[in-house]
């Protein structure tokens, strides 16, 4: 039986890439964005709807029997986090992907750590951890990923820290998030509650090297 997979902020750029993968899949697809014309590609068969996901109503339609949750959303991520997990606990949804960012638990080393935080500011990387916590505290079969500074480069080329590692490189490609969110889509047992920091090896620097 197809995997249902509902992917949250669909129009963004690594969703698209995720998208772009998860239709060549066994799985039914749910699209939800805020304007349907941020997406410019759905696969055969996919359902969007359209709406935003602190609206309670598009969230509970979005979610209803779904098997899998993909968010990569953008803005008040702290609000949309809890959205999200009382949306899930709701509609009986378990397992959720969920993107964070690097540096929300100073665990980004040395220069590229303190210009990661100036960079993107201490208000904004405390909204991602609010929402890191509120995910991580659920009780869900959730999965974190906390990507590097992001490149356009159309490949493949990733490792992963654990949460109590130290933040290695300073790039990876948006195509690289989205191949390790849809391998865990695949396969759901893969990372239950890991929390993961995602980066291109050999981009290590104190600015981010894209190479």
């Given amino acids: 039986m197809a995997v249902k997979v509902v992917v949250l902020g669909a129009g963004g750029q690594i969703a698209q ?43 509970g339609q979005a979610l209803r029997g779904q098997d899998v949750v993909y968010a990569n959303l953008a803005g008040e991520l702290d609000k949309q986090a809890r959205a999200i997990v009382a949306a899930m606990g709701a509609a009986g949804v378990r397992r959720l992907v969920f993107v964070t960012a690097l540096g929300i638990y100073d665990e ?14 201490a208000d904004t990387l405390r909204t991602y951890r609010a929402a890191a916590d509120a995910i991580t505290a659920s009780g869900l079969d959730w999965t974190v990923l906390r990507p590097a500074w992001l490149s356009d480069q159309d490949e493949i080329d990733y490792e992963v820290t654990a949460r109590d590692e130290p933040f290695r490189g300073t790039t990876v490609s948006r195509k690289s998030v989205a191949a390790l969110a849809v391998e865990i889509i695949k396969d759901p047992q893969q990372w239950v509650r890991a929390d993961l920091g995602v980066n291109k090896p050999g981009t290590e620097g104190d600015r981010p090297v894209f190479s």
């Avoid at 998860?22 to 709807?49: F, K, N």
């Avoid at 980004?108 to 993107?120: C, D, K, L």
């Fill in 17 to 59: 890439w995720a998208v772009d993968m998860l239709g060549r899949e066994d799985v039914e697809l749910t699209l939800v964005a805020r304007e349907r014309t941020r997406l410019p590609d759905v696969p055969a068969g996919a359902r969007v709807i359209e709406g935003d996901v602190l609206d309670p109503e598009v969230l």
């Fill in 108 to 121: 980004v080393p040395g220069a590229f750590g303190r210009w990661n935080t100036q960079t993107i500011g």
